[in-house]
């Protein structure tokens, strides 16, 4: 069975949370048989970004009244899940651009709330993003290409609309967009006869003796206006069950690296539950042209001693938990939700359940349990000493080392600042709750320790 579902967040970026959710289960003629939506308030420590109120016309005195504790809905959403496993056997979500956005801010959401989101492996996903890429690549004379700027823009929106199924500005909200999304695929299934079901988004060509035109294939991928589509070739280096390292061989004839970090410049990752990656074998005649570039990328990854666990350790990123929340480890999130069970049941045992499952010598994973379990204490329990709250909200607001991309993020002043500006055009009621909520975020963590405010 599938189920269709869109999120609307509080910030493009994994540290910030759902605010909005909708599900749509659907039949064999994509008519919905199931759906759930809902609201998730912001969590105490939550400051939003101008950007994302503003595109989803979120009015944070409603949100704040009307939505779920973030652990309710995560539970709400845990349920659902499960009880269409229950009924309806292996269940596939499907999002767009969910690979890179719904679906690790659903994975995010329940392993920080201690809920396991993989379901013994009855739940997998599809990006409708990479069904119209493909439908796009396999059909460029028939699909209706948009350009923005120097690059094709495969959003929602311009997709829609160039296709007839939308014929006003995209709504932002979760429920009308899994509308649109719904639309989009029936549109597509009909004009170009290439049914979603049938969609795999990585194809890989192999077999048990890997002759050459099996660990070499190329990719046609999409290009830059005017040409619509480009052709690269890729030599598979590392292979397992769920993923791919493979190296781009025109990239590498033209870089010639001779050090570990030149060659890693080469290389691309492929997850083959989460990303788009159909190739074709090359012919025999097309592969002995790659030889000699084969045979000096063999030697380079031998003579720099390069195999899948090298390759993971250098790519591995020092960006906060929330981003790579798996870093956790799956045997950890049990532990987690019993202590996010015992601090609800008791709220005074904070310090106790720490306590118990903190050791002098802990691992990294296990500072990691601890790490979240601070940061759901610290959104559930009330009147926190400023010290406490500190060492959260300081590296994530006021010096942003805690962002991925601080440099680029905006300061709750200027959002503040901005917000004020468009109060003389804008929509009142959403700048205005914003701005009181600023104002409230501030006092209430004695922000005005660290700049002053007029907004």
Same mark, same amino acid.
């Given at each position: 069975?599938w189920?269709?579902?869109?999120?609307?967040?509080?910030?493009?970026?994994?540290?910030?949370?759902?605010?909005?959710?909708?599900f749509?289960?659907?039949?064999?003629?994509?008519?919905?048989?199931?759906?759930l939506?809902?609201?998730?308030?912001?969590?105490?420590?939550?400051?939003?970004e101008?950007?994302?109120i503003?595109?989803?016309?979120?009015?944070?005195?409603?949100?704040?009244?009307?939505?779920?504790?973030?652990?309710d809905?995560a539970?709400?959403?845990?349920?659902?899940?499960s009880?269409?496993i229950?009924?309806?056997?292996?269940?596939?979500?499907?999002? =767009?651009?969910?690979?890179?956005?719904?679906?690790k801010?659903?994975?995010?959401?329940?392993?920080?709330?201690?809920i396991?989101?993989?379901?013994?492996?009855?739940l997998?996903?599809?990006?409708?993003?990479?069904?119209v890429?493909?439908?796009?690549?396999t059909?460029?004379?028939?699909?209706?290409?948009?350009?923005?700027?120097?690059?094709?823009?495969f959003?929602?929106?311009?997709?829609?609309?160039?296709?007839?199924?939308?014929?006003?500005?995209?709504?932002?909200?979760?429920?009308?967009?899994?509308h649109?999304?719904?639309n989009?695929?029936?549109?597509?299934?009909?004009? =170009?006869?290439?049914?979603?079901?049938?969609?795999?988004?990585?194809?890989?060509?192999?077999?048990?003796?890997?002759?050459?035109?099996?660990?070499?294939?190329?990719?046609?991928?999409?290009?830059?206006?005017?040409?619509?589509?480009?052709?690269?070739t890729?030599?598979?280096?590392?292979?397992?069950?769920?993923?791919?390292?493979v190296?781009?061989l025109?990239?590498?004839?033209?870089?010639?690296?001779?050090?570990?970090?030149?060659?890693?410049?080469?290389?691309?990752?492929?997850?083959?539950?989460?990303? =788009?990656?159909?190739?074709?074998?090359?012919?025999?005649?097309?592969?002995l042209?790659w030889?000699?570039?084969?045979?000096?990328?063999?030697?380079?990854?031998?003579?720099?001693?390069?195999?899948r666990?090298?390759?993971?350790d250098l790519?591995?990123?020092?960006?906060?938990?929330?981003?790579?929340?798996?870093?956790?480890?799956?045997?950890?999130?049990?532990?987690?939700?019993?202590?996010?069970?015992?601090?609800?049941?008791?709220?005074?045992?904070?310090?106790?359940?720490?306590?118990?499952?903190?050791?002098?010598?802990?691992?990294?994973?296990?500072?990691?349990?601890?790490?979240?379990?601070?940061r759901?204490?610290?959104?559930?329990?009330?009147?926190?000493?400023?010290?406490?709250?500190?060492?959260?909200i300081?590296?994530?607001?006021?010096?942003?080392?805690?962002?991925?991309?601080?440099?680029?993020?905006?300061?709750?002043?200027s959002?503040?600042?901005?917000?004020?500006?468009?109060?003389?055009?804008?929509?009142?009621?959403?700048?205005?709750?914003?701005?009181?909520?600023?104002?409230?975020?501030?006092?209430?963590?004695?922000?005005?320790?660290?700049?002053?405010?007029?907004?």
């Open positions: 069975m189920i269709l579902y869109d999120f609307e967040t509080s910030s493009r970026a994994l540290i910030g949370q759902i605010i909005s959710y909708a749509w289960v659907v039949d064999e003629r994509w008519e919905p048989v199931r759906r939506t809902g609201k998730i308030r912001l969590r105490p420590t939550e400051f939003p101008l950007d994302a503003l595109i989803t016309r979120t009015q944070i005195d409603l949100l704040q009244r009307e939505g779920k504790s973030e652990l809905g539970l709400e959403i845990h349920r659902f899940l009880q269409c229950q009924e309806y056997g292996h269940c596939i979500l499907a999002g =767009y651009n969910s690979s890179q956005f719904d679906l801010f659903l994975r995010t959401t329940l392993i920080r709330n201690g396991n989101p993989y379901f013994m492996g009855r997998s996903s599809v990006d409708i993003l990479h069904y890429q493909h439908i796009a690549i059909h460029p004379d028939e699909f209706p290409w948009i350009s923005q700027g120097e690059y094709w823009t959003s929602l929106e311009s997709v829609s609309r160039s296709h007839g199924v939308l014929d006003t500005a995209q709504a932002h909200d979760a429920e009308a967009d899994v649109v999304m719904r989009l695929i029936r549109c597509i299934e009909n004009r =170009y006869c290439d049914p979603l079901v049938d969609f795999r988004p990585v194809r890989v060509p192999h077999n048990s003796r890997c002759e050459p035109e099996y660990v070499l294939f190329k990719q046609r991928v999409k290009a830059t206006p005017p040409e619509k589509t480009t052709v690269r890729w030599y598979r280096l590392f292979q397992s069950k769920s993923d791919l390292i190296v781009e025109s990239l590498f004839q033209e870089k010639l690296p001779n050090t570990l970090p030149e060659l890693m410049g080469t290389l691309r990752y492929i997850n083959c539950n989460t990303q =788009y990656f159909s190739t074709e074998p090359l012919s025999h005649a097309a592969a042209e030889n000699s570039t084969i045979t000096r990328i063999d030697e380079l990854a031998a003579e720099l001693k390069l195999n666990d090298l390759y993971f790519i591995k990123k020092p960006w906060d938990i929330e981003y790579q929340i798996h870093d956790m480890g799956f045997e950890r999130i049990n532990t987690l939700n019993k202590m996010i069970g015992q601090l609800t049941q008791s709220p005074q045992s904070y310090q106790a359940i720490v306590t118990q499952n903190w050791r002098p010598n802990a691992s990294e994973k296990d500072r990691f349990l601890i790490q979240l379990f601070n759901y204490a610290l959104n559930s329990l009330p009147d926190l000493p400023v010290d406490l709250t500190d060492r959260y300081i590296p994530r607001y006021i010096n942003q080392t805690m962002i991925r991309d601080g440099d680029d993020s905006p300061t709750i002043i959002q503040m600042e901005r917000a004020q500006t468009l109060l003389v055009d804008g929509d009142q009621s959403i700048l205005t709750a914003y701005l009181d909520y600023a104002h409230q975020f501030i006092e209430r963590y004695e922000l005005n320790r660290f700049f002053k405010t007029s907004a």
